[in-house]
């Protein structure tokens, strides 16, 4: 390393190379030359010294001046002089840093006054094998490399075989053929090409170079020895410009046999060979290593394709894909007369390899005659080659060899080929190497979709050529259509008849059918088996001549002597057609079926003989659906064909139908267990498709859904009109339409159905295609739903069944125990518990008895019979499973409703809420009557569905359905409103639930009762005169939402609230006798204004006496009270924060709700909360009320 460091500081030149010698073929010897303003002048010798020489000699890195050598001159001296009178101290870096008059100012005589340089270093360089190899320069320092980077090209590749006087570079090897290892820098050059030295040329140092600089000249002799039992054995041949010839015919010195071996990396010489050339007779050698070349797939040698190795005594050394190309790839196949390359790669794991970095010219015998770098390499990705000779041709998927998929084995795999760039010539190459003549525009279809992926595709048009390889290659991509051909000379064998495998022989030629004439000398029992042996029907039960009553009957050309061991008649014996007029009849053994796994759909199993197997999709059309659906009374074909995987080892892959045929078992059908076929076919009829109602509870409701394409599929909500409503109900046994209406849910549905007049859904066109949708529920006329009555518990009741619009009781006679648990678990009330007979509360029982078998969802799924009740007693029945209803985020009687059933809790979805359910919570809860009910906005959550028909006797008995719901409902009861005034037995009246008071509308004239009622239940006495509507000027117009509208019999006032707005600008006020003037509690602003004003510790005293004296105060307040559900004064004012504040609507009509998107949080009391709803309104309201008739008492902060 020390050295090579030491060579390359002598090789530093100064950045400006505009000095050199010249006229030497020595670099450091010559006639001083200087480079300016782009042309090469001279130094002259006036006044010259050897400080000069000195200066020189260290700019160019040659060592010190030797002898002074002025008045020599040497050859082809420029014109221009350029410098002259050049005196140098010896120091200087660059010789035009010396003293001088200047450029081209002082002449002198060119032919001898030039000043002459000769310096001690000497600079030696060579090929590391004579005229080939890596470029090496020596000087007294060491020995270094040129990189082999963007500079080294011809031209300095040439400079350095004229140098050596090896003729002109004949190749300049790419990089990485000579190793850099071991040196970090090295030199790089740039030449002109007219440079008499690589010294000469411009030179920098080159850190980090990875290759090192070769070059093959043309004087170099080229060995190889050929015609051997392997590549290192044979005749010894030398290369003389492009024609190889015996060595002893070359100027080749004479070198020892090892030194030979080991340059054809071959060994050593075995058998102490001696080499003589004192005669042009051939010249032998053996090494000791045995090399062929061969490809190699998973460590098997293969034919003409895989990754390339050489075969080492044995052993396989691989050679990496670094720099490989074509030409690599051509030298490859032409050595292992393969044909042409077509295509080469890498593999992607990588290994250990030998050889590397192949360079080849395209003109060698072997690959081991190529330039390459013989060396272990750790990560090498392996050269992988693909020649013509590996590639195979067939057309497959169809009846006879002249007619199918053109199908392509490259590379080890079957592929199929791309109809890209396709044409006649290809195809008539492909039936000519298939004795099938040239190729023939049939319009039918011999053959089926392949398995075979479309990899492969044509480059160019062959003419006269006998192979099809070469015009082949992979496709990086693969691609849908492969190519078919049929060729003239296809032909199929048919039978004719009423049965499969029996009927007359026929033969389909060019798209006409023509009889098989019968003679007493062809038509024998050895040609009647080889007829059912290639229908592959058996053996041949009888055969026969009949005569053909046909006129214009068309006869085939050639009668057949078949032997018995033919496979098909057209690989008989043939003998041209004279007069015959007889047809050829054959009954075979056989027998064909073709049937569908689930009887209108499912998978195609055919059967022929005893072997049953199911059909490869790739062979199957349209055309054959229909004639299958046709032939099974299954109605008529669906386009779509689905595809499942293969799981029997017999399968069918050719089918095809003569254009008379009408039964599929009349085709012509191959049975080949080694198909590549890996999907089966699988048919649908329009005789499959079946309509149902999918619902957990009810008879006759729910998602109507339809069954194609061998799933349950719901049907979009938009498609679901017309007639198809009608259709479902009745296919599904449930009369007609009753109604429909709309789920909140979206689903995967058809959306493509159309009946028109259709008298079943059988009948109709479904499209396959499925969107995003919603879906809707149809209720059908025979609706019918069980229900449990008169018990508190959800799952607990006497039996009864809604249809229509009666409730009929459904009686205990004919029940077990499996019914009963069918029963309940209908009722999504978990198992049955127990049951018994009770007398009936009506009338009319239920016509239909149940026998279950256990299995069962729902009670109507079971088997049904109608039979006259013997018993009087109706079922009761308990199940173990129980759903009750919560109220959460507020007081025991209002607030968000929940329903409990199995320990979990789940909310309740607001769409289709009414008033009758809300009346059934209150109910349920003990709460009295539903006041109203909101259903605020939420976030998409699980939520209850519930469907309830009006006889329930709490919510629970009503249909659920957990689901996805974007609201929830909150309902609040009359047992939970309370009534206050805003003073002391008088004032303004609000109305308060939940969790906020809200003043009502203005009390009409005739009002009297309502004041009345108000005032009796506060204990203030009676009314007094002066009540009224008290103007209030300063708050502007509001839409009140609560109103006081007493009926006449209502002896509580709560129930006199309505939840019906006005738009007024008043509220109702009313004044008992006891009314005082004075505010319920003092003003905590004031006090708080004054204690702010006085000093600290005042502040501090005076703010501890008024807390003591407000906590007696209000102590003393609420122990007076009444104990009534009304009450006056007692009611916190409701802070609000203007920030929190959702906006909300109004629903009109009976029981409507108000929605509000947040609720509030359940509080103790009605102090310092946010309201339940609606709280901007409401806080708006309570400010507007005159500031000295509120208490600060319950405002934000006082209860800290």
Known sequence: ?????????????????????????????????????????????????????????????????????????????????????????????????????????????????????????????????????????????????????????????????????????????????????????????????????????????????????????????????????????????????????????????????????????????SLHQHLSCNTFQDVSLTCSDNVTLVLLVEEKERHCFGAVHFKRNDKYEAVCANSWDTKDTSVVCRELKCGEGLSFSQTTTEGDGQVDHVDCDGSESSLLHCVARHKPIAKCKKATVICEGSVEVRLTHSIDQCSGIVEVFYGGTWM?????????????????????????????????????????????????????????????????????????????????????????????????????AASEETWNSQSAAVVCRERQCGYAVSFESRLSREANQMWWKYLYNCSSSKTSLFDCEKVTRANQSAVAYVKC????????????????????????????????????????????????????????????????????????????????????????????????????????????????????????????????????????????????????????????????????????????????????RKNQCNQVNLKCSGWARMLLVGSNDSCEGRVFVVSGESLQPVNVEGWTVTEYQVLCRNLQCGTYIRHKGLKRTLEKWWPKAYTCTGKENKIWDCKTSSRPSITEEQLYIKCSDNRTVEISNGSSCSGTVQMRHNGAIQNICGDGWNLTKSRLVCQELGCGDAFYHITPFSVQHQAYHLDCVGEESNLGQCKSELGYCNSKVSVTCTDSIKVRLSKNCGGVIEICYGHSCEPVCSLGPYSQKEQQMICSEL???????????????????????????????????????????????????????????????????????????????????????????????????????????????????????????????????????????????????????APLECEEETAVLQRSLPSQEHSNEGQPGEHE
Not at 621 to 642: A, H, I, Q, R, Y
Not at 737 to 759: D, M, Q, V, Y
Not at 1078 to 1083: A, F, K, Q
């Open 1019 to 1169: 204990a203030c006495g009676n009314v007094r005169n002066e009540s009224g509507s008290i103007p209030n000027s300063s708050v502007p117009a509001l839409n009140l939402r609560n109103s006081l509208q007493c009926k006449g019999p209502e002896n509580f006032i709560k129930y006199c609230v309505r939840r019906t707005g006005c738009n007024s600008n008043t509220f109702a006020e009313v004044y008992c006798e006891k009314f005082t003037d004075d505010p319920r509690r003092g003003s905590a602003g004031l006090i708080v204004g004054v204690i702010l004003g006085a000093l600290l510790v005042i502040m501090i005293a005076a703010f501890i006496f008024w807390q003591a004296r407000r906590k007696k105060s209000r102590k003393s307040t609420r122990t007076e009270q009444n104990p009534s559900i009304f009450e006056s004064g007692e009611y916190e004012d409701v802070a609000s924060d203007d920030k929190e504040m959702m906006s909300m609507t109004m629903h009109e009509g009976e029981g409507e709700a108000v929605v509000c998107e947040i609720e509030a949080a359940p509080s103790e009391d009605y102090d310092n909360v």
């Open 1 to 269: 390393m020390r050295v090579t460091l030491l060579l390359l500081s002598a090789w530093m030149l100064c950045e400006s190379q505009r000095l050199r010698l010249q006229g030497s073929k020595k670099p450091c010897t010559g006639r001083v030359e200087v480079l300016y303003n782009g042309s090469w002048g001279i130094v002259c010798s006036q006044k010259w010294s050897e400080n000069n020489d000195q200066v020189i000699c260290n700019m160019l890195r040659c060592g010190i001046p030797v002898t002074y050598t002025q008045g020599y001159s040497y050859p082809d001296v420029p014109d221009t002089m350029w410098m002259n009178n050049v005196k140098c101290s010896g120091n200087e870096t660059n010789l035009w840093n010396c003293r001088f008059p200047g450029w081209g100012i002082s002449a002198c005589s060119h032919n001898s006054d030039h000043a002459n340089v000769e310096c001690s270093e000497n600079i030696v360089l060579n090929l590391t094998n004579k005229c080939a190899g890596a470029v090496q320069i020596t000087n007294s320092n060491g020995t270094g490399r040129v990189c082999h980077d963007h500079n080294w090209d011809e031209n300095a590749a040439n400079v350095v075989c004229r140098q050596l006087g090896c003729g002109e570079a004949d190749r300049t090897p790419q990089a990485g053929i000579f190793s850099a290892e071991g040196l970090t820098t090295m030199m790089s050059v740039k030449c002109t090409g007219d440079e008499q030295h690589l010294w000469k040329c411009e030179k920098t140092i080159k850190e980090n170079c990875s290759s090192a600089a070769g070059v093959i000249c043309s004087n170099h002799t080229h060995l190889r020895l050929s015609d051997g039992e392997h590549l290192c054995a044979g005749r010894l041949e030398g290369k003389v410009g492009k024609t190889w010839k015996p060595v002893c015919n070359t100027s080749y010195p004479a070198v020892d046999p090892d030194t030979i071996c080991r340059a054809l990396h071959c060994g050593t010489s």
């Open 416 to 516: 199929s080929v791309s109809e890209h760039g396709w044409t006649k010539n290809h195809s008539d190459l492909i039936c000519k190497n298939q004795g099938c003549g040239l190729s023939y525009n049939h319009s039918g279809k011999l053959y089926m979709e392949g398995e075979a992926p479309v990899w492969i595709k044509v480059q160019g048009s062959p003419e006269n050529d006998s192979s099809i390889g070469r015009y082949l290659t992979k496709s990086n991509i693969i691609v849908d259509h492969n190519i078919k051909v049929t060729c003239e000379e296809y032909r199929t064998l048919h039978l004719q008849g009423q049965v499969p495998c029996a009927g007359q022989v026929a033969v389909e030629y060019r798209g006409n059918n023509y009889w098989l």
């Open 589 to 768: 053994s056989g027998s064909v079926s073709v049937r569908l796994e689930k009887t209108c759909w499912g998978q195609v199993e055919l059967c022929k003989n005893v072997t049953c197997g199911p059909v490869c999709a790739s062979s199957w059309t349209l055309d054959l659906s229909k004639m299958l659906c046709e032939n099974l009374g299954c109605g008529k074909s669906f386009p779509v064909m689905d595809k499942h995987s293969l799981n029997s080892s017999y399968r069918y892959n050719s089918i095809y139908c003569p254009a008379e045929t009408k039964n599929i078992t009349q085709c012509n059908i191959k049975l080949q267990n080694n198909s590549s076929c890996k999907k089966a076919v699988n048919v649908f009829c329009s005789a499959s498709l079946k309509a149902k109602l999918r619902d957990l509870v009810d008879h006759c409701s729910g998602t109507a859904e339809i069954f194609h394409l061998g799933q349950w599929s719901p049907i979009c909500s938009d498609t679901l009109k017309e007639n198809l409503p009608d259709l479902i109900c009745e296919q599904a046994g449930c009369g007609k339409k009753k109604s429909i209406n709309p789920i909140n849910s979206s689903r995967l549905g058809l959306e493509e159905i159309k009946c028109h007049s259709e008298a079943s859904i059988e009948h109709c066109e479904i499209g396959h």
